[in-house]
């Protein structure tokens, strides 16, 4: 046989003399030749060889010709039979035709006319093959181009949700979030206008808190009723059908303005309660929104609803802690009549020697929460020490200079707030070196403690104490300033000293 079986016969004939005559006529050729007497034969070589093309005569004993035919057209179609025939009619070439049969022979055959027409049906099926092939690699171009798209198609909408995700993870404030949603909405969905809407569900209407229209960005309450259609019930009938709405391509027909080409809205819930909702809209252009734009809507949307839930789990939390410490400090101040209110004016004044020196927002807050508490470690501090009227001896200082320590520790083990800790603990160390409880000088000392620690002493001085009564004003600022560059930092000495009036306007 052939490679392939390229050039292998198989002719099928119940006459003996034709089946001798075929095969050798077609040997000397060179080709590889089988021959059976009747189909039941003829199969069970197609079975075990590699065939080319089988020529086969139609009356035969035990399976004919076409029944033989439209067998191989149900097992191998690639497989070309030839039909040889005494009797040629319509009726047969058409029923040869339906077998699947691709051309018939007039018997008697003539031997060259068969190799010929073997030799047409060899480049016919080749070409046959070959787009065979070309189509079928068309086709799986196609398939590779398409799970290609496919794929694209997933790491562009993973890479969206991964930036929506992280955007609201450094979302701080429940504002912040408002504006990141519709900031978001306008880029990823590209509608021209996206809006915030809480819902007051008492009034059964909605307050827009945060918008964006084409270029322009707003924030904040305005009326629904400037928007160019009637937005409360509408959104009332999305939050009774509790589900996404999408308006592709609008007509007018839903209610909605014909100004509004494409228009679609998304609850927003905490907790399985309507919160409020987000709504998109385009009005120029000929895009229209599709049920992606919808699902990253609403993915923006419940991930808002999420981190707003946690920032307010959180504001819950620290409000809560902070109003445990306050209250703590509030216990402290009460057992000495004289110490009373004195955390809230070191922090006021800390806060104001602070914006002298153009520390920041942030820098600020930490001043004004670290003032509030700056003492709260006196609270491990016995009453017979803390409120003596008379000096305190040298143990009982050893103990007071524990405070600090001690407040650093209660803030510390919140964790929370470590730059506060901080300043807790080093307000009353001094700028030679010779404060406590560490004992570091200069700028190892956290800046805003020693903001603190000039507030804390001027305030010290100008109050009344369990041992003495306050100084006048003159007295404390003279001394505050020749503490300048040991005690204290001198840049903080010349800004308390530029603000002393604004935080002591006169001597009562």
Known sequence: MTENGRNTIL??????????????????????????????????????????????????????????????????????????????SLENTIRTLKNGVVDYLVKPVNLEQMELCFRRIMRERGLFVENLILREEVERRERLQAL????????????????????????D?????????????????????????????????FVSIAATHLNSHCAGPFNVSEFPFELNSFFMDVIAEDKPCLISNNTGASGVSKFIRSFMVVPVKIREKTFGVVSASITEGDRRFTDKDIYYMNFISQKAASAIENIALYENIYDNLFSTLYAFV????ARDSYTRKHSTRVAEVAYEIGREMNCTEEELDVLS?????????????????????????????????????????????????????????????????????????????PRLARILSVADAFDAMASDRAYRKKMDKVKVISIIHECSGTQFDPDVVQAFMRVVDEVWPHDS
Request: charged share 30%; proline share 3%; with cysteine.
């Open 11 to 88: 002719v099928v004939d119940d006459e003996e003399g034709i089946l001798e005559i075929t095969e050798e006529y077609f040997e000397r050729k060179g080709y590889q030749v089988y021959t059976a007497t009747n189909g039941l034969e003829a199969i069970e070589i197609i079975n075990s060889v590699k065939i080319a093309c089988c020529f086969t005569d139609i009356n035969m004993p035990e399976m004919d010709g076409l029944e033989l035919a439209e067998h191989i057209r149900k097992v191998d179609n690639t497989l070309p039979v030839v039909v040889m025939t005494g009797f040629p």
């Open 330 to 333: 509030a216990a402290l101040e």
């Open 369 to 445: 929460f670290a003032g509030h508490l700056h003492d709260i470690g006196k609270i491990g501090i016995r009453d017979d020490i803390l409120l003596k009227p008379g000096r305190l001896t040298s143990e009982e200082f050893e103990k007071i200079k524990e405070h600090p320590s001690i407040g650093a520790d209660i803030v510390g083990q919140l964790g929370l707030w470590d730059r506060e800790q901080e300043i807790i603990r080093h307000h009353h160390e001094f700028f030679n070196g010779k404060g406590y409880p560490d004992g570091l000088k200069d700028n190892e000392i």
């Open 148 to 171: 290609n798209d496919e794929l694209i198609s997933r790491v562009e909408q993973l890479n969206v949700l991964n930036r929506i995700m992280e955007d609201f993870a450094t979302s």
């Open 173 to 205: 404030s429940s504002y912040g979030i408002f504006n990141k949603v519709v900031d978001l909405g306008m880029e990823v969905v590209k509608a021209d206008h996206v809006g915030f809407y809480i819902h007051a569900e008492q009034e059964s209407s």
